[in-house]
Nanobody, 116 residues
Framework: QVQLVESGGGLVQAGGSLRLSCAAS????????MGWYRQAPGKQRELVAV????????SYADSVKGRFTISRHNAKNTVYLQMNSLKPEDTAVYYC?????????WGQGTQVTVSS
């Protein structure tokens, strides 16, 4: 049974930074690409960043390019999302999951709120 536990969210002013973490249990972490997703109120969940198993191949949604950085620590079964220059439109619940389908059950997510 895979479990994903996200943390690190909070309330921050526009222009600020946050670092999210996602701890994954189970054996799937090190053999799969990992992704960060977000869901804003009234909107569909979207993929914002993906990192491959070795960390050398990364992609970002256009809306976060140049501001967000995804990384992973395979020995700790943890994936991170460093978010800089945050904007009010980044406000959402952030989730991690595999970076490719089929996805595993979602964790509880972590709320990020950016005030203007």
């Amino acid at each position: 049974q895979v479990q994903l536990v996200e943390s690190g969210g909070g309330l921050v002013q526009a222009g600020g930074s946050l670092r999210l973490s996602c701890a994954a249990s189970g054996s799937i972490f090190s053999i799969n690409p990992m992704g960060w997703y977000r869901q804003a109120p009234g909107k569909q969940r979207e993929l914002v960043a993906v990192v491959n198993t070795g960390g050398g191949s990364i992609s970002y949604a256009d809306s976060v390019k140049g501001r967000f950085t995804i990384s992973r620590h395979n020995a700790k079964n943890t994936v991170y999302l460093q978010m800089n220059s945050l904007k009010p439109e980044d406000t959402a619940v952030y989730y991690c999951n595999l970076g490719r389908p089929p996805l595993v059950p979602w964790g509880q997510g972590t709320q990020v709120t950016v005030s203007s």
